[in-house]
């Protein structure tokens, strides 16, 4: 591995290590990127674990850009049915994957660039809070009116050009996500599939009309644009080598697993959704003996931060369904330490709707 000092920028896949982030200051980085030793395109399970590669190997804050051909990246707890478009997929070549981190599906391919951050932090909302707003600032630098929008975007004129991720590792939390500088709709449109519920929370009726991209705003090539990021935070350079690469692809196996990209979706007496407002959409499904609960899964686009099966569906096991019941056994728990943003009364309503319960 190669460390250099250098002002000067390469346009190649790379990797930022930002300092302590001041957003009322300008040029408050000390950074370095580190980059790829090729040019090469490699398979979207090459970059979600590169992030961990390079998170477990430097304690600074980190910030890589990456793009990948046409794939489709599902949240860490969706159900792979009701998110992907199985056989438009299959019959298009385009790639899908499940991702670590929580959150909902999105469309990448080499016209939308994939960010990624790694910071030592456990704090949801300040974490995204304040990367959604550095986004969004850079692009304000060139004179895109941006801006952090609900949970997890960065939003021009109500319109999503960016959407992010987020997952924890020991001691570090990474958020991933998009940058839509172009895409092609159709494939976009075919190939996820968002509930109409989250579509018409966000109040739309289509992905199209959710989304834009960055070529509508701007005369920049993606070349150009990506040399604006590079030229705006960095400072310094770190090559990765073969050996580096080598590594990271082997760890990389276990995401190309059908086990984990299907995942388990368990037999269940009973099924439902529920949407909480800036929270997320769950979709439950319970396996029930009698009226007990034998097993319970919460699937859906929400951010987990701890251990689900400990938190919440343990406790809940061998529990009447009823509502009297589970909120019996809900209470001295703290949902919020699973799923970000996620309260007691909230869980109660998503496991027994109001009018399901007795």
Request: glycine share 8%.
């Amino acid at each position: 591995m190669d460390i250099f000092l250098t002002g000067k920028l390469k346009i190649s896949k790379t990797l930022f290590i930002f300092g302590k982030v001041n957003f009322n200051q300008e040029n408050t980085f000390a950074m370095k990127y580190v980059s790829l030793p090729d040019d090469d395109v490699r398979p979207l399970p090459f970059y979600l674990t590169m992030e961990e590669y390079v998170a477990r190997r430097f304690p600074d804050e980190l910030f890589f850009m990456w793009q990948v051909e046409p794939t489709v990246i599902f949240g860490r707890n969706q159900l792979i049915d009701n998110e992907v478009n199985l056989s438009y997929c299959r019959d298009h070549g385009i790639a899908f994957y499940r991702r670590k981190s929580g959150g909902g599906c999105v469309y990448a391919d080499m016209d939308n660039i994939m960010f990624s951050y790694i910071v030592s932090s456990d704090d949801v909302v300040t974490t995204f809070s304040s990367y959604t707003e550095r986004v969004a600032q850079m692009l304000r630098e060139i004179g895109i009116d941006a801006m952090s929008s609900g949970r997890n975007d960065v939003t021009i004129g109500g319109r999503k050009v960016s959407g992010n991720a987020f997952y924890h590792i020991p001691g570090r939390s990474i958020v991933h996500g998009t940058m839509l500088y172009d895409t092609d709709i159709a494939h976009m449109s075919a190939a996820i599939s968002p509930s109409g519920e989250k579509l018409r929370s966000k109040g739309v009726d289509s992905v199209k009309s959710h989304i834009t991209v960055l070529r509508e705003h701007t005369d920049m090539s993606i070349d150009e644009f990506k040399h604006h990021v590079k030229t705006s935070l960095c400072d310094g350079e770190i090559i990765l080598d073969a050996g580096d690469v080598e590594r990271i692809m082997e760890m990389s196996r276990p995401y190309f697993t059908d086990r984990w990209i299907y995942g388990k979706n368990p037999q269940c007496s009973r099924r439902h959704s529920v949407r909480i407002e800036g929270t997320g959409e769950f979709w439950v499904e319970i396996d029930l003996k009698g009226d007990k609960i034998l097993d319970l899964n919460l699937a859906g686009d929400y951010f987990p931060v701890g251990d689900i099966d400990t938190k919440i569906i343990e406790p809940l096991r061998g529990v009447t369904y009823s509502r009297d019941e589970v909120e019996k056994a809900l209470r001295g728990l703290d949902p919020s330490e699973a799923v970000a943003s996620l309260d007691r009364q909230q869980l109660l309503n998503i496991i027994i709707p109001d009018n399901n319960g007795k």
